[in-house]
């Protein structure tokens, strides 16, 4: 055991077959890695087609019908094989055993089975696309999800059923993983923060995945058997939908963004060289936004004819779950006041999903109130703020955190210059694409429409010609990071001189992270300890 646990996990076997029946957890973050990059650009490819077509007015790139399925696929790709799974299927696979100093995961032959079930739900919604497309939008909404689509909607909707089974095998393996297999002395209070995150991620995982899994069940159901269960002319409620959607739907935001706080908090507190301002303030805060965004759905259906009383208590209960957000956002920001701060990449991506999601936040409130809602409800206003949540956040994040953690997964240095100059791209891109979709929606352009008023012809533009900038800067790091797997410098162990159990492990990571189980006897971030001893350089290649 000890002279294969040496064993590099990379180099460990080259055959295919020994990575398709894995149990090892880095192995399998890395088939999800691929899995859901080769999704990334698949939905980034329908994004591409809206946008060219609505750089005219007239809608004369594809037929209308085309463009319903275009923005449908786009969101349903990028939102449950994308979205969803990024940090906690890659970035949490990989490091969440070895931030608690553990070999593995709880369940590594359940770790395995949440990959398979994630591409047999992949390859059902890729069929569905192929043969026709779905044209109902992201949400499946009712009744035109169950009684007026044409195209595969239950194929589709049975793809996310099944993927849905993914999200909680991976949920419930890091629940038990933090709970019962942490390092001798590593307590709660000295866990790392990207290990709280997830654990409040999972905890959603777990409770609300299944609610998902039954709405879409009722609709396949609905429109197969037509029982009624949707369908006022047969007594069902098409309401009941949106409450059972939209119960998982927001708190799901926040399986998506609180593993890329974590990341954030990660990186803040290194490249400041200071502990986590009120570490436990921003521990406690990822719990709380988890059982309060459990409480706030009804905020998508201020205009659907829930009654006036029941929106006010929501719109109350929105305003409250942007507190625990907020408290991130601040002690990041104290973190880095009068830190000892270095941009590199990671950082710039990190504050990066700093600035974008608090905008992304912010503008979150106007469609929390009831006023501004019924002005701003299913307008490009809506659009911008979701990307600004998911996109300038979650997969800023994600970026950070590959960034961050790459010299670990590879042993290998990406360019500085080009990885810099991405994350620059990135931001320029992005903002050029959202932002001007904020001033469409408040002059009250819908969304999901294929042809609009001229007037509206110049924002469009900007924001295709944003989203072309977006695209280059995504495709760099993958260009300079297969590059740096044959040519990239050597990093070392801990080329950044983080804190952390997990760069106490050489890079790449033995096959089983750890020799002997390691005592943990510091707090955590302890950089105050950490910077009094010599920084560890990276290996010269």
């Not at 990207?194 to 654990?199: D, M, Q, T, V």
């Not at 908090?265 to 059982?291: H, P, Q």
């Not at 956002?329 to 941009?343: H, Q």
């Not at 760099?476 to 492990?505: C, I």
Request: charged content about 10%; hydrophobic content about 50%.
């Amino acid at each position: 055991m000890a002279t294969e646990s040496k064993t590099n996990y990379l180099n460990a076997n080259y055959g295919i077959k020994s990575w398709l029946l894995t149990t090892d957890h880095k192995r399998i973050a890395l088939l999800y890695l691929i899995s859901i990059t080769a999704f990334f650009f698949l939905g980034g490819f329908f994004a591409m087609m809206v946008r060219l077509e609505l750089l005219t007015p007239a809608g004369d790139l594809v037929q209308a019908d085309t463009y319903n399925k275009l923005f449908t696929m786009h969101g349903i790709v990028m939102v449950f094989f994308f979205l969803i799974p990024s940090v906690p299927a890659v970035l949490g696979n990989f490091l969440v055993p070895m931030m608690i100093g553990a070999k593995d995961l709880a369940f590594p032959k359940i770790n395995l089975a949440s990959w398979y079930i994630f591409m047999v739900g992949g390859a059902l919604t890729l069929y569905a696309i192929l043969t026709g497309g779905v044209e109902t939008g992201w949400t499946f909404y009712t009744p035109y999800s169950t009684t007026y689509s044409n195209s595969n909607v239950v194929l589709a909707a049975l793809g996310v059923f099944v993927v849905g089974f993914s999200s909680i095998f991976t949920g419930l393996n890091f629940i038990v993983t933090i709970h019962r297999m942490r390092a001798p002395g590593l307590t709660w209070r000295r866990l790392p923060l990207f290990l709280w995150a997830n654990y409040a991620a999972s905890v959603i995982m777990v409770l609300g995945t299944p609610v998902l899994a039954i709405t879409i069940v009722l609709v396949a159901l609905e429109r197969v058997f037509h029982l009624g269960i949707f369908n006022s002319a047969m007594g069902g409620d098409p309401l009941l939908f949106q409450h059972l959607f939209w119960f998982y739907s927001h708190p799901a935001v926040y399986i998506m963004i609180l593993p890329g706080m974590g990341v954030i908090s990660e990186i803040v507190t290194c490249f400041s060289r200071k502990r986590v301002f009120g570490y436990e303030f921003v521990a406690v805060s990822s719990i709380a936004i988890a059982v309060l965004g459990f409480l706030v759905w009804a905020h998508h259906m201020f205009v659907a004819g829930i009654s006036v009383y029941a929106a006010m208590i929501f719109s109350i209960l929105s305003m409250f779950v942007a507190i625990p957000s907020a408290v991130k956002v601040f002690n990041w920001t104290a973190t880095l006041y009068k830190g000892s701060i270095r941009f590199d990449t990671p950082m710039l991506y990190a504050l990066g999903f700093i600035g974008l999601f608090t905008i992304g936040g912010l503008t979150g409130l106007f469609l929390a109130c009831l006023g501004t809602d019924v002005h701003l409800t299913d307008t490009y206003f809506v659009v911008a703020h979701f990307h600004y949540v998911m996109v300038g956040g979650m997969v800023m994040a994600y970026m950070a955190g590959l960034h961050f953690w790459w010299p670990k997964i590879t042993g290998k240095m990406y360019p500085e210059f080009w990885s810099k100059l991405s994350a620059l791209i990135v931001f320029v891109g992005f903002n050029m694409t959202f932002f001007p979709q904020f001033l469409l929606g408040f002059l009250g352009m819908p969304r999901r429409y294929q042809a609009y008023p001229p007037e509206f012809q110049v924002l469009h533009v900007f924001s295709t010609a944003g989203a072309s900038i977006l695209g280059i800067g995504y495709l760099l790091p993958m260009v300079y990071f297969v590059w740096s797997l044959r040519s990239g410098k050597a990093a070392g162990n801990n080329p950044w001189n983080a804190a952390g159990l997990e760069w106490t492990t050489q890079s790449p990571p033995t096959t089983y992270n750890f020799d002997e189980t390691p005592v943990v006897t510091w707090e955590a971030y302890n950089y105050d300890e950490i910077d009094k001893k010599p920084q560890e350089a990276p290996v010269a290649s």
